[in-house]
């Protein structure tokens, strides 16, 4: 099989030396990390090792790619000034199959529209992990992957996609409701996301610790929203979720990094789809709204003086 990684930040250089460890032909889209990549590789210190990974081939841009690969694997950030379709139409042939491993809820409807012949997985990362300099990424804890066909099902593309990760040495599971799966994972980035930049800079076990109360606030009301569009969770998913942060290292969120060194946050695909999905049910969501506006006063702050 042949992937191309467009996005080699941490998640996209993690994910695709695990494809590599797979067997797979992995080739990458590297803009800012170009030449360091394409010279030294991608060095991986992992929870599973220490190792580098040496893509099969290093590209700018997607359409530099000579022949459409298998997969196109999507792992840059959803942001409002960042056109995804146009970052990897050059690269998608009839019988590609796109990947979003990316973060959010509501995110695939524009990718699904713009190609409407081709399948798409929607695909969410349960990892610590984060890029450490050019063509260093340090991966610091859990890893697991959810996989499933956009809007629904499990198809033979994911089977294989998720084998593939499997093989590499962390669990990835395909997953026939992979929308209920992003809002899962919305109720522990919602709170803890947001709050680590709103906090100055807390790391997540800082916050947890004292302010327990209101992340099961914001929690909450995540769950609400899922249940109005149809997604209702587990009874179980705020517990678990607060159990497995409380074992979790002391970790800084990629929100957080990316404030701290003044780039665009994913704020609309956090935290913002989720408020417009509540407004749009009908559901009451005072704290996450409160939270929202707090997180768009943060982004105009780097905008005027462009620094925390």
């Given at each position: ?6 996005g080699?930040g ?11 460890k797979a ?7 590297s ?60 690269a998608?042939?009839?019988d ?5 491993i ?15 012949e ?29 996989l ?39 109720v ?13 800079g807390?790391?997540t ?6 302010q ?11 769950c ?23 074992k979790?290292?002391?970790?800084k ?34 704290h ?5 506006a ?15």
């Amino acid at each position: 099989m042949k992937a191309l990684i467009v996005g080699t930040g941490a998640v996209g250089g993690f994910y695709g030396a695990l494809l590599a460890k797979a067997g797979w032909e992995v080739a990458v889209v590297s803009r800012s990390d170009h030449d360091t990549v394409a010279a030294n590789g991608i060095h991986i210190r992992s929870t599973l090792g220490e190792w580098t990974f040496r893509p099969a081939a290093v590209y700018r841009k997607a359409d530099e790619a000579e022949t459409p690969p298998d997969y196109v694997i999507l792992c840059t950030k959803v942001l409002p000034d960042i056109d995804r379709t146009a970052l990897i139409r050059g690269a998608v042939g009839p019988d590609t199959t796109i990947v979003l491993i990316q973060n959010g809820v509501e995110i695939e409807a524009e990718v699904a529209a713009a190609f409407p012949e081709n399948a798409l997985i929607s695909g969410l990362a349960f990892v610590c992990v984060s890029r450490t300099g050019p063509g260093q990424v340090w991966h610091q804890a859990y890893g697991n992957l959810m996989l499933g066909d956009f809007p629904a099902g499990i198809g033979p593309r994911v089977e294989t996609l998720a084998d593939a990760f499997n093989r590499s040495g962390i669990r990835a599971k395909a997953v026939a409701e992979v929308v209920a799966a992003r809002w899962r994972k919305c109720v522990w980035n919602a709170p803890f996301n947001p709050l680590s930049v709103l906090s100055g800079g807390l790391y997540t076990a800082d916050i947890l610790e004292s302010q327990e109360g209101f992340v099961r606030t914001l929690m909450q009301e995540v769950c609400a929203i899922a249940a109005a569009c149809g997604h209702p969770l587990p009874d179980a998913v705020i517990d678990r979720n607060i159990d497995d942060t409380y074992k979790m290292p002391p970790y800084k969120t990629s929100m957080l990094l990316d404030f701290e060194a003044g780039r665009p946050m994913e704020t609309e695909a956090i935290l913002g789809n989720a408020v417009r999905a509540a407004r749009r049910e009908g559901v009451a969501v005072p704290h996450l709204e409160s939270v929202y506006a707090l997180m768009k006063l943060r982004e105009l702050q780097l905008e005027r003086y462009g620094c925390p």
